[in-house]
């Protein structure tokens, strides 16, 4: 799927990538949905995934409402930066062992919700006009938006189904 770069296409492939992810979650048991995955990595289940979706529309969404309300705000927290950001998804990872995957499903179905809703504020030429917003630095806030939905949710469907894969293998 091509990288949106209009409004109505970010909240198509958005809206599209998200029914997939869930489709292809609806598809797994129960049991297939809890199992680790067989493939080193940071993300080990679909929890794990679905809240690290959640924790980039958190960014995301505070991000934009800090900024727009005239409070300037970088994307990522301090103290990480676009080269330390790695230590900022294992901490959300630490952060959310616990959380059982039903709550990790709400969590994530709501700040889509939230995001999309958000989206749904700006005109095209806001999201897609560069340096439309001081805040954005020489990109588009289209841009972080497209990252933390269509092709997020794009990268997440493609971990779940090596995870399907293995298990119908296996």
């Known amino acids: 799927m091509a990288r949106p770069t209009t409004k109505e296409q970010l909240i198509e492939f958005s809206e599209e990538n ?10 797994m048991t129960e049991k297939e949905q809890e199992t680790i995955f067989s493939f080193e990595d940071r993300d080990r ?16 969404l505070n991000w934009v409402n800090s ?6 705000m970088d994307f990522l927290p301090k103290p990480y930066n676009w080269k330390t950001y790695p230590q ?4 959300f990872w630490e952060k959310h062992q616990k959380t059982p995957l039903k709550e990790a499903i709400q969590l ?6 939230d995001v999309m809703k958000l989206i749904n504020t700006f005109s095209n030429e806001e999201l897609f006009t560069k340096k439309y917003f001081s805040w954005t630095g020489t990109t588009t806030l289209g841009s972080s938006c497209v990252s933390a939905t269509s092709s997020h949710y794009d990268w997440a469907i493609k971990k ?3 995870h399907k894969k ?3 293998e296996n």
């Open 18 to 27: 998200f029914t997939k992810l869930f489709a292809l979650i609806n598809s």
């Open 108 to 113: 994530l179905k709501q700040s889509h919700s």
């Open 88 to 91: 900022m998804n294992i901490a």
């Open 45 to 60: 289940n679909i929890r794990d995934v679905l809240v690290h979706l959640f924790e980039w529309h958190q960014l995301l």
């Open 160 to 162: 779940i189904k090596k």
């Open 166 to 168: 293995y298990l119908s």
């Open 67 to 72: 900024n727009q309300a005239g409070n300037k």
